[in-house]
Structure formats: C-alpha cells, structure tokens
C-alpha cells in the first residue's frame, strides 16, 4: 500500500509532520498514522499559550482501535488549536494534511524544524 507523504513538510518518526508557513509550524499527523489507528473518534489538543517541548508529548488522538500520544516535531508556544477537531475527529482521517490538523506553533527554534526527517526519510521509515 503507498502513502501520501507530501514533499512540503518534515515528519518525525512518531508520524506527525510538521509544514513551515512563514515562521509558523502547522503541525498534524500523517496519512501512514491516520490509516494504522483506523476511524479517529477522539483528539486532545493541548491550549493556545501552552510551552511545548520538541518530542514531548502534547496531546491524544483515539481511534477505534487505539489511543496514541501526539509528539510536538519542534519546541514552541502554541498559537491555534484546529477547533473543529473537538466536533469533527474523523477528518483527521479524510484529510490529515489539511483540514485535519492540529496545531499551531511558534517556534522556539528554527534549527530544530531542519533536523526533521525529511519526506524520503520518512517514505523509507514507512515503507
């Protein structure tokens, strides 16, 4: 089975990516993480102000099959939490690179966006 795994973006090898748009990183999960947990029926974000540190946990996401710990890819404040998420889970799983993601960050620092796996690492982890 082939994945999606857009060119634009870094990931971790947890499964969450992390897509750079002008200083802010709009983080969420990857389709490779959607497909494995199954229908999505729950996401715990964490709140607009919270500290997070890079591979520290910040959230949950719950799926039928499973419950699993969201990894912030970067250190950083958060600016926006996808709200829709709250009433909505299951577009984590129809549109995981767009309208189902998370978060929003500031980043602490920028360096720590280039020691991301980048989209070919990521497909070899995958694959």
Same mark, same amino acid.
């Given at each position: ?49 919270? %500290? *997070?540190?890079? =591979?520290?946990? #910040? &959230? ?11 990894? $912030? ?16 889970? %299951? *577009?984590?799983? =129809?549109?995981? #690179? &767009?309208?189902?993601?998370?978060l929003e960050l500031d980043?602490?620092?920028? $360096? ?5 796996l980048s989209p070919e ?6 694959a």
């Open positions: 089975m082939s994945f999606d795994v857009p060119t634009d973006r870094r990931y971790l090898e947890s499964h969450e990516w992390a897509l750079d748009t002008d200083g802010t990183v709009r983080v969420g999960i990857s389709d490779f993480a959607q497909d494995e947990l199954g229908d999505v029926v729950f996401v715990e974000l964490p709140d607009e102000g919270d %500290e *997070l540190e890079r =591979e520290a946990a #910040f &959230g949950v996401v719950e799926s039928i099959k499973a419950v699993s710990d969201l990894y $912030a890819p970067v250190s950083g404040t958060v600016t926006a939490t996808n709200d829709r998420l709250v009433d909505e889970p %299951e *577009l984590v799983n =129809e549109d995981p #690179f &767009g309208d189902g993601w998370m980043p602490a620092d920028d $360096a720590e966006f280039d020691d991301l690492e990521y497909e070899n982890q995958i």
